[in-house]
């Protein structure tokens, strides 16, 4: 167990005395456990949250890869050296600059959570190379791929 | 952190390790708006730019990723193999203003320009005066 300290204004704190011995009682112990029961109710939500959009990220990354991966021969052959954007499994348009892409995206795609946008390479890419992350990251503690 | 700097050069910063080591300031413009961050020099890191993973979502970068077939496989000097998500944006290093790939992994917390980012600049390392410069127009 550890003891965190922090402020809260009047008005909760009367709230939470209120809630906690009504809940717990009029013991010592009553405001400890509602604060802990508080704040294990917000980091579960708070988790759940984080993992919901990572679940829903990892669901709309996979189907614009996918559907890019099934046109990608088709764009190398006609649009070589332009620059793509597909979102929601769709291709949004071909630009031949970076900043033509971007404002096709946001006008098809405004808020879509996940796009692609892209350079269309002149003949298929295989996966890139192996890369270095440098001396530095090697002090970092990596938990794992992305 | 505080980074003296004038017109395109950067003071040396002094962190963890036994020297002071080059940094500079990197404008990642994203649909128009600007963030500043500070980047260690790392020329043992091939890629341009790499960042924390909650700031790319934070930059909302995942909305400019490249197609996940395009994205390196990279090994730290201990080894370990790790996939590194991409995302293309505008940056801004002085007045220079270019488009680079911006790298993450889970669990990264360092922020590093690489050769990448090197290719589009002249950088002049002056370890004498402790400063990194960026040469413009010559």
């Known amino acids: 167990m550890v003891i965190i300290k922090a402020e809260i204004d009047e008005d909760l704190k009367r709230k939470l005395w209120e809630k906690a011995f009504k809940k717990f009682g009029y013991s010592k112990g009553a405001l400890s456990k509602a604060i802990r029961e508080a704040i294990e109710k917000w980091v579960q939500e708070e988790f759940k949250q984080t993992d919901e959009f990572a679940m829903k990220m990892e669901r709309l990354r996979d189907l614009n890869n996918t559907f890019f991966e099934k046109i990608e021969s088709e764009l190398i052959e006609k649009y070589p050296g332009m620059y793509g954007a597909i979102a929601k499994g769709k291709l949004l348009g071909i630009a031949k600059s970076f900043h033509e892409i971007v404002k096709i995206a946001n006008e098809k795609a405004p808020n879509e959570p996940h796009r692609l946008i892209f350079k269309i390479p002149d003949k298929a890419k295989k996966h890139k190379k192996r890369g270095k992350l440098g001396w530095r990251s090697s002090v970092v503690k990596i938990v794992g791929t992305t | ?138």
């Open chain 2, 1 to 138: 952190m505080e980074v003296k700097r004038s017109e395109n050069c950067w003071d040396y910063v002094s962190g963890n390790l036994r020297r002071p080591y080059p940094v500079l300031d990197v404008l990642i413009i994203v649909d128009g708006i600007a963030n500043q961050f500070l980047f260690e020099l790392d020329t043992g890191y091939d890629g341009s730019l790499l960042l924390p993973l909650h700031l790319f979502y934070e930059l909302r970068l995942n909305e400019f990723e490249i197609p996940r077939k395009y994205w390196a496989t990279a090994e730290t000097v201990t080894g370990k193999k790790i996939i590194l998500r991409t995302a293309i944006a505008e940056v801004q290093v002085g007045s220079l203003r270019f488009e680079t790939e911006i790298e993450t992994y889970e669990g990264n917390n360092l922020f590093l320009a690489g050769l990448g980012l090197i290719d589009e600049l002249k950088v002049l390392l002056d370890g004498v005066g402790k400063r990194l410069c960026i040469i413009e127009n010559t």
